[in-house]
């Protein structure tokens, strides 16, 4: 069974940091890219940051790259987000899960089930 265990969220204030991490267990995960999803209030989760199953290449959307730093340890079966210089557009709570390996689907979660996330609210 996939489990994915997000922490590492909080209150942050703008400007400030915070260091998610996401525990994942069920499958074989250093064959995985994986990635972080973010879901704001009142709208969809979306893709925010992934990192090839080697960790040698990330992909990150606009909005947060230069700010956000994406990681793994496959002997840990984890990867983390280190998010700084947070505004509030960065709320929402984040999530991570596996990601497709093709070009057209690279940034779509391969799993359908979803851990329950980790909240982080950033004040202005």
């Known amino acids: 069974e996939v489990q994915l265990v997000e922490s590492g969220g909080g209150l942050a204030q703008f400007g400030g940091s915070l260091r998610l991490s996401c525990a994942a267990s069920g499958f074989a995960f250093s064959n995985y890219n994986m990635g972080w999803f973010r879901q704001a209030p009142g709208k969809e989760r979306v893709f925010v940051a992934g990192?090839?199953?080697?960790?040698?290449?990330?992909d990150y959307v606009e909005s947060v790259e230069g700010r956000f730093a994406i990681s793994r340890d496959n002997a840990e079966n984890t990867i983390y987000l280190q998010m700084n210089s947070l505004k509030p557009e960065d709320t929402g709570v984040y999530y991570c899960?596996?990601?497709?390996?093709?070009?057209?689907?690279?940034?779509?979660?391969?799993?359908?089930?979803w851990g329950q996330g980790t909240q982080v609210t950033v004040s202005s």
């Open positions: 990192i090839d199953w080697s960790g040698s290449r990330t």
């Open positions: 899960n596996a990601l497709w390996h093709t070009d057209e689907r690279k940034r779509k979660a391969f799993f359908i089930s």
